[in-house]
């Protein structure tokens, strides 16, 4: 074990999960970018959080509306992961540029995602300034998964694909 | 996409990558458990942060020292996931009992974990209450990768193995 720079330990986290924080903002447009920084935290209530940077205008959208979906990414895509996350929602409609096929939501008003792996419909609980993100804590209204189910895609460094165990 | 029940949302996150939480308690003696609920919140200054159950020993000696180590497991810790994950430090000391490998730390006075992926040495910046967890964002202070790398393991819904990318 070597002493390192914070950069070099963090570059051994892959493969990480992907995602996504879909969001509307005050005038009703809708808004999606990928996050690894995400997680559960709560189990009674269900609550699940995203650190979302200060800047992004995803952080703008959840600030707005206290509501967000958040999705783990389906096998298919990978394209969509690139794109929303290299493009900002302040200039521009993801949804119609990508045109990325939605579901229904069922409690708050945020388009599920049809290819994504899991949605679950979030209501803000709080939000944590820590450094230069915000944890958004949600707590789960609403949970919708594709039937039949598809498969989980993950960032291996930069690569995006399913993740296969070495033994099973 | 179908409505369903959280459970079953929540059953399609596999693979979910696996942190081991290391500690020590008031009176030194070390502890450890892993988690599952962890993630990066802050890339300048660099966070991390991890969801610990109220009734976790871990729980209570982040509070009583403000310090922990946040290590991604390493390919060779699967039976260690197991077994502090089902046993409690209130009650033994795992180190002993469980012969875990360590390696001195340079800032904390928590033991890094020679197997691990990385180590990143953690100071208790803020704790949050989320239902019946507690987020405890920890700023890094140090960082440790082992020389030659090892492996992250992955937590495929109870399966610890390597998780490969299907495409490459």
């Known amino acids: 074990m070597k002493q390192t720079a914070p950069a070099e330990a963090i570059s051994r986290k892959y493969p990480e999960w992907i995602v996504f924080v879909v969001t509307r903002d005050a005038a009703g447009k809708p808004n999606i970018m990928p996050a690894g920084w995400a997680m559960i935290c709560s189990g ?10 200060h800047s992004r205008y995803t952080h703008k959208c959840i600030e707005q509306t206290g509501e967000f979906v958040f999705a783990w990414a389906g096998e298919n895509q990978a394209s969509l992961v690139e794109y929303s996350g290299s493009h900002s929602g302040a200039e521009e409609n993801k949804f119609e540029k990508f045109s990325i096929p939605t579901a229904q939501p069922s409690v708050i008003n945020v388009p599920l995602l049809a290819e994504a792996a899991a949605n679950l419909e979030c209501k803000v609980h709080q939000a944590i300034t820590t450094g230069d993100h915000t944890i958004f804590v949600g707590e789960v209204v609403a949970a919708h998964v594709p039937d039949p189910p598809i498969r989980k895609l993950d960032n291996f460094a930069g690569n995006y694909c399913v993740a296969l165990p070495e033994k099973s």
Chains 1, 2 share one sequence.
């Not at 009674?44 to 940077?53: D, F, K, Q, S, T």
């Open 44 to 53: 009674n209530p269900l609550m699940v959080c995203v650190a979302i940077g």
